[in-house]
Every structure is written in C-alpha cells, then in structure tokens.
C-alpha cells in the first residue's frame, strides 16, 4: 500500500493521526460514523478503510483496560481461591471443579469461534456483539456478591460455576470481535504499536484494582500489619465475617468494565453493517469455512503460525497459570503475598505491552515472537530452579542466611530471586501477547479477519488444556513442582521452532 500524502509515518512509535478539519473522502471504505470526521487526507488503515482517529484508537485500547479487572479478581488471584477454600470448603476439589469448568467453556468458545468471528465478517459490525457481551459480563459480575457459603444463604455452586463459565466464555468471545477491529481502526504500522499500548492499558486497569483490593479491602481485613496508611477496617463497610471482602471482587470488576468501555462505545468506529441478516450471515458462514478448509493448501501460512501460536501461547499461559501455586507450595505464601505478587508484576507487564510495541515495529512481528518466546523460556528455567532451600539450583540455608529486610514479606533470597525473575516473565510474556495479536492482523485475509481472529481464540483456548496438562503430568510423573512447571519450556520450544517456517506475509484472499 502506498504511503498517504501529508502524514509523516512513525512506525517506531504510537504516532496517532492528528485531530484535523474533516471532509468526505468517496475513493474509500468507511466506517460506521466515521462520515462527519474523515479527516481532509484520509489515513489508510490496515484494511484499506479510513482509519479511525486518536481518539477512537485510544478508545479502542481502552476496552483492555476496562476488562482486565475481570482477569485479576475473578479469573486468577481473589475469586477462585475463595471459591475453593470457602465456598466449596475443599480447596483440591474446588480446584478440580473451577478448572473443569473453564476447561469445558474453553473447548466450547473454540468450536464457536470460528463462526462467530465468520458470521461477523458478512454483517459487518463487531460493536453490537460487544455491547451485547459486555452487558452479559456486567451482569454476571454484580451475581457473583450472592456467592456466599452455603447454599441455603447464597447461590449453590452450580451456580456460581455457571455465571464464571459465562463470564469466561464472554471473555473469550469479546476477544475475537475487539482483535478483529484493530487492523480497520489503525494503518499497518501503527497496528503494533497499538496492540502494545492496549496492553499496557490492560495491565494498568490490573494495577490499579489490585492496589485497591488489596489497601482497602484485603490488608484490613487481614490484621497482619499496622501501616499508618491503612484503613481501620476494609472500605465500604464490608464486613470479613460475611466473606464480603472476597465477594466484592464480582460486583468491583463489573462496575469498572461499565464505567471505561463507554469511550470505546461513544468513539471507535465501527465497520459499515452489510444488511445482511443473521440467518443468511450464519449459512453464508459456515459456507465460508467450509471454503476456508478447501483452500486450506493457500492459506497454509496461516495454519503454521495458528500452531505455532497454540504451543507457545499453552506453554505461556502455563507460566503465568502456575506462578501463585509454584509460589504457596514452595515458599508458602497466602493471600496477602499472593495479591502484592501479583501487583509488583503487574508495571512489568505494563512495559511489556510497550516493549512488544517497539519490538513489532524495530524488527517486525515475526522476530519479535521468536525474541519474546527465547527469554520467557530462560527466565522459566531460572524461576524453577529457586525454592525455598535453592538458588538456581545451588542449595541455600535459608534459616543461617537470614532475612533480607525488615519488609514482612518475600523475606529470602530464592524469594526476591523468584520475584525478579517472574518480572521478566511479565514482561516478556505480555509482549508476546502484543506482537502475536500484531501478527495475525498482518497475514490473514482482509476480508476474512474476524473469521481468522476467531480461529486465533481457538489456538488460544480451545488447545489451553495443553499447557495445564503438561505441567500436571510432569508433576505428577516426577513428584515435583519444579519440574512440573519447568515443562512449559516444552512447548515454549516447539512453538519456536514452527515459528520458523511462517512468513510475515498476508495471505491471499479466499475467492
């Protein structure tokens, strides 16, 4: 595509068209209000539309910074453990039912993906399948306050697995449709950069919940440390005694998704609805994967870098997956600890989402994977060989070596050993996330792209029980946390070596 007249590409950098007087421009696509602002020298985007302009482009970022509370509270620290341990009341079977369960949603959301993301590919928009979400999501979260233990005082387990099943399997589906707008809101080389800023925004949402959990809410009602700074008692009047500062989790994550996808909602255009209904949308997509599958030999390409992906994304999630249970059971650390790891990661992963920006747009998206999946493996060795006896595998004496500081936690070395090294993970491990999402956007098919950024959703959770099964049979085949972990290194490895046989090229598009 040739360069646009009077606008200076910066592929280095998140360089966002200026906010100028806009006039239409017939010679090319629009999107869905995108009329009254087209700007006097239209900017191409990825798709060959008129780009959307700063302002709709942050807004589009901004969704990830809207969702990620969902990540943090329900997904991986607060919900699940107090599932397990107080809902359930059995923390193995807890633990058995909550991955079951997102392992059954997972393999589902896989199937369907494809022709969800197809089906949006004939009628045009992605913004009403993602208020439509959104909306479920917000709602399951506010549910979640009722999961109290017992079921004669709150909602019954099956219950409360449905409503995170739902809030997984919408999670999962808004991906397809959000990733799938990113390559028609931005020009080709903007599209990195973008990717990593709309990371960077997720783990800031993160950071910012987690500080509060864990200031106003967690470390109150713990009663382990006297800080000035600290409330008397957990913020808004929740009450311990009721699991009210665990349960809040649910209502907080949905309010925040409210409040920050509004700009999304307000300023990111959307593509032109083809006028095409949902019963012909959902024949003319299943013909369209049917001729996908046919043509399969053409669009090779993208199959290699989907398998790639779906071995190095299982190794990854792995990693971060099995970081907090690595951590309880080698150096025993709770809640507390739990909620100040991950909030001590979490501007790691902000710098990630920014590094596989600079990474995608210095050495293209394919050299950055294959730089991103190189020091993930390393750091995974490093972090394994820490315990509370060892550093990098050299036996250590915790007990004659003493504290570090007077910090009431992370007190070792193999601790602070363990810390810093998951800090480069969170680094690296975001920005693999950022340039692989970039690399989708540039080698599938224009026409095809919620379609191929469905079958992007299934090599990353149809396949997630990989990563979860390797690390639970080397654990249990070598009786060892260490070595259990260690096998995301595995995957990590095969990824990277298919990662060598796909080419940064689009791929023809299927006629």
């Known amino acids: 595509m040739a360069a646009n007249p009077g606008v200076r590409a910066r592929p280095d950098s998140l360089a966002f068209p200026r906010d100028v007087t806009r006039i239409p421009q017939p010679d090319l696509p629009r999107q869905a ?29 901004l969704v990830e910074f809207a969702r990620n509370p969902y990540l943090s509270l329900i997904l991986i620290f607060v919900f699940p453990t107090y599932f397990a341990n107080v809902v359930v009341g059995d923390g193995v079977r807890g633990q058995e039912m909550w991955g079951l369960t997102n392992t059954m949603v997972s393999m589902v959301v896989g199937i369907i993906a494809p022709l969800l993301g197809a089906m949006s590919d004939r009628q045009g928009r992605r913004k009403t399948w993602l208020a439509g979400i959104f909306a479920i999501m917000i ?35 808004s991906e397809v449709f ?30 910012l919940v987690l500080m509060l959990m864990l200031f106003g809410v967690a470390l109150p009602a713990s009663g382990i440390v006297d800080w000035r700074f600290l409330p008397d008692y957990p913020l808004f009047g929740l009450d311990p005694g ?45 013909g369209q994967i049917r001729e996908t599958i046919r043509q399969a030999r053409r669009l090779s ?33 709770q809640l507390v600890e739990m909620l100040l790891f ?46 509370s006896d060892r550093v990098f595998f050299v036996p250590f004496d915790a007990a004659q070596a003493g504290t570090l500081s007077a910090f009431p936690y992370f007190q070792t070395l193999p601790e602070a050993v363990y810390l810093g090294l998951y800090m480069v993970l969170a680094c690296f491990i975001t920005a693999a996330f950022a340039t692989s999402r970039s690399m989708m956007a540039r080698i599938a098919p224009v026409s095809m792209m919620s379609q191929f950024f469905g079958l992007y959703a299934l090599s990353g959770s149809a396949t997630a029980f990989l990563g979860h099964g390797m690390v639970t049979l080397f654990t249990a085949t070598f009786d060892s946390q260490s070595i259990g972990l260690g096998s995301a290194v595995i995957l ?15 791929v023809p598009e299927v006629v």
């Open 139 to 173: 709602a399951c979260c506010w549910a979640l306050w009722f999961a109290m233990p017992g079921a004669e005082t709150g909602l019954p387990v099956p219950a409360i697995l449905m409503l995170t099943g739902s809030l997984l399997g919408c999670f999962l589906i």
């Open 342 to 387: 991950a909030m001590l990661l979490t501007p790691f992963s902000i710098m990630g989402g920014v590094l596989g920006g600079w990474l995608d747009s210095r050495f293209g998206s394919k050299a950055a994977i294959r730089i991103t999946i190189g020091v993930t493996a390393l750091a995974t060795l490093g972090a394994v060989s820490c315990a």
């Open 301 to 333: 390409n993208v199959g290699v870098y989907l398998l790639a992906r779906m071995f190095y994304n299982d190794g990854k999630v792995a990693i971060i997956a099995y970081s907090g249970i690595y951590a309880a059971g080698t150096f025993h650390w």
């Open 492 to 506: 990590l490895s095969v990824g990277l070596v298919l990662m060598q046989r796909v080419a940064e090229e689009r």
């Open 178 to 207: 959000h990733n799938s707008m990113l390559p028609s809101i931005a020009p080709t080389e903007r599209i990195g950069a973008l990717s990593g800023l709309g990371l960077s925004l997720n783990n800031s949402g993160s950071l």
């Open 33 to 61: 209000g995108s009329e009254a602002i087209a700007p006097a020298v239209a900017v191409v985007s990825s798709t060959g539309e008129v780009a959307a302009d700063r302002r709709g482009q942050i807004s589009w970022a």
């Open 242 to 286: 009721k699991q009210e500062h665990n349960r809040v989790a649910g209502p907080l994550a949905g309010l925040w998704l409210l409040v920050f996808i509004v700009p999304f909602m307000l300023w990111t255009p959307d593509r032109r609805s083809t006028g095409v209904s949902m019963r012909q949308a959902v024949l003319e997509g299943i």
